[in-house]
């Protein structure tokens, strides 16, 4: 590890879970409620009349990226990479321009996030539509992650500023987590004939 790198960590970053205050631990219990839903969801179809494994291995996949996300947000793992990229930049002398850098990341990110989260929900099959709802909520929680991780000044000060004492970004992340619930939700409350 570099100088920088090793000054940073010592000095800058602390795992979330030693700073989180009561709304960021309502978020991390709120992501392990969406994850046990996740997972239940895999259960029931895995218990259905008719076996859809396509369906299955959609919901571990959902659990499998929840979980990621979930000790991504226990431990702020994208400050690594933020920590990393600084030092990076610093030490290769494009500090100064990093601006730049940031906001073709930022727009990258966007794209390839809007891309996979279309691709995967016109993948789904018409029978799954709700599943659609779960594929958005995803990909609006890697987007945040990465927006995180990239730190463009700009959208840190956006997704940092507080509305009724819960930051803009918790919102985001809370509404995108009640997408993959309800999609989650929608399969094991639904009443299909024979299909549970």
């Avoid at 969406?34 to 076996?51: G, I, W």
């Avoid at 959609?58 to 400050?79: E, I, P, T």
């Avoid at 609006?140 to 819960?166: E, K, N, Q």
């Amino acid at each position: 590890m570099s100088g920088c790198t090793q000054y940073e960590f010592d000095h800058t970053w602390t795992p979330a879970i030693l700073k989180a205050g009561p709304a960021g631990w309502a978020l991390l219990a709120f992501y392990g409620v969406v994850l046990t839903a996740a997972l239940f969801r895999a259960v029931k179809e895995a218990q259905a009349l008719h076996l859809d494994k396509l369906e299955i291995r959609f919901w571990l996949l959902v659990a499998g990226v929840l979980l990621a996300l979930l000790v991504n947000r226990l431990f702020d793992l994208q400050s690594v990479l933020t920590v990393a990229g600084r030092c990076a930049a610093i030490h290769e002398g494009w500090y100064s321009g990093r601006r730049g850098v940031q906001e073709w990341l930022v727009a990258g990110v966007f794209v390839s996030g809007a891309f996979a989260a279309v691709a995967g929900a016109l993948s789904l099959r018409p029978q799954s539509r709700a599943d659609r709802w779960a594929v958005a909520g995803l990909a609006v929680l890697i987007f945040l992650v990465a927006a995180r991780a990239v730190s463009l000044h700009a959208i840190d000060h956006f997704l940092r500023r507080s509305i009724g004492g819960l930051t803009i970004n918790g919102l985001l992340e809370g509404a995108a987590l009640v997408l993959v619930l309800v999609s989650a939700s929608n399969g094991v409350f639904r009443s299909g004939p024979g299909r549970y």
